[in-house]
């Protein structure tokens, strides 16, 4: 009995020593926290990568925007087939339609403000456009629809007609500016009147200063006809960075658009995470006359009668994540020159495009 007793024993299954146990746990443990920094470390990578994602669409958005309008800039119509510049009989008013041939005007920002000037309704704006970025102007069509006269004009003085039956006649409100061109010449007038040209199809343009800015003669220089006139909506649009109102703590791009559109805001938060623009000409300064860029200057070493020359513009656009956080650590960028230390941990990067002013070249 004994002997049965004592193999009984040995054959007993024996238990984790205390050296094996805590053996196991440290492995069990690291192998965890390995498996952990690698899912963190997973996540914070993807995080990044969408950010970084996030922030070049939306500088491809911006950039789509701006490329677009300054290759419609100065739109004068048939400009393939003359080669003057559209007559304008409107008022200067205060800037904030370009009344100017070439349809562009820049503004160079600085920590001091803005050189030249901004217009009177950039001023008033809230928020206000960022004194260290700098503020384009062009003038485009508003619409890709162009109308046609129903009746040809017998004085230069007449009021074109589009009808009422015209698809598009109920795009053009009162107040609204529009280009009247055929292949010969090209005018700029404001639509007045009490009666809407949706309802009437007149486009009546007295002479007045009130909406803004008004024409100065009812003498449109030509009687166009009807079989070779084109009418186009014109808009003012001013793009320029500001604080975001979607989401504090950022900047974005803005715009501002005069006439103002029918229905929505004047000003409007087009494009977030763009934090700066600067913005250099490309100028034709020889008398050559070939329509070639020779040098890229920017807007406050312009003057006035050389925005004419103007042919391209170099757009570098900083652009920030919006999520503070995805760095690391603060970092300074390099932009346009300088040195930029936000302070902040956001992602940034810089993009840069050149644009050609389609109605400014050959």
């Not at 939306?58 to 300054?70: G, P, Q, S, V």
């Not at 456009?129 to 384009?136: A, H, Q, R």
Request: contains cysteine; aromatic residues 6%.
């Amino acid at each position: 009995m004994k002997q049965m007793f004592f193999r009984s024993l040995a054959a007993r299954p024996r238990g984790f020593t205390l050296v094996e146990l805590m053996v196991g746990l440290a492995v069990g443990l690291f192998v965890s926290v390995i498996a952990i920094s690698l899912f963190v470390s997973s996540r914070k990578l993807q995080s990044v990568n969408s950010a970084s994602n996030r922030m070049s669409e939306n500088a491809r958005l911006a950039f789509d925007l701006l490329h677009k309008d300054l290759r419609l800039a100065g739109f004068r119509g048939c400009s393939d087939q003359f080669d003057r510049e559209p007559v304008s009989v409107l008022n200067p008013g205060d800037g904030g339609f370009l009344v100017d041939a070439n349809g562009v005007r820049g503004f160079r920002g600085s920590e001091g403000g803005f050189t030249p000037a901004l217009p009177a309704p950039l001023q008033a704006l809230s928020p206000a456009p960022l004194t260290g970025s700098d503020v384009i102007s062009v003038r485009v069509p508003a619409d890709a629809l162009s109308l046609g006269l129903v009746d040809s004009m017998t004085s230069n003085t007449d009021a074109p007609n589009v009808g009422t039956r015209t698809a598009g006649h109920n795009l053009i409100n009162n107040g609204d500016i529009v280009l009247m061109a055929n292949c010969k010449s090209a005018v700029l007038f404001q639509v007045t009147g009490t009666v809407p040209p949706a309802v009437s199809g007149v486009l009546q343009h007295s002479v007045g200063n009130s909406p803004a800015p008004g024409n100065a003669t009812d003498d449109l220089r030509s009687a166009y006809n009807r079989s070779d006139t084109a009418l186009y909506r014109l808009q003012t649009r001013h793009y320029y960075v500001a604080p975001s109102v979607a989401r504090a703590g950022t900047n974005s791009l803005w715009r501002l658009t005069v006439p103002p559109p029918a229905t929505g805001a004047a000003a409007e938060e087009v494009v977030a995470g763009v934090d700066r623009l600067n913005i250099s000409y490309g100028l034709e300064l020889d008398s050559t006359a070939d329509r070639a860029a020779n040098r890229y200057i920017t807007a406050d070493a312009i003057a006035p009668a050389q925005w004419n020359n103007v042919l391209s513009a170099r757009i570098q656009m900083l652009t920030a994540t919006a999520d503070n956080g995805t760095a690391q650590a603060a970092s300074t960028v390099q932009f346009a020159g300088s040195s930029v230390s936000p302070g902040d941990r956001r992602l940034r990067e810089v993009y840069t495009e050149v644009v050609a002013f389609r109605n400014q070249l050959p």
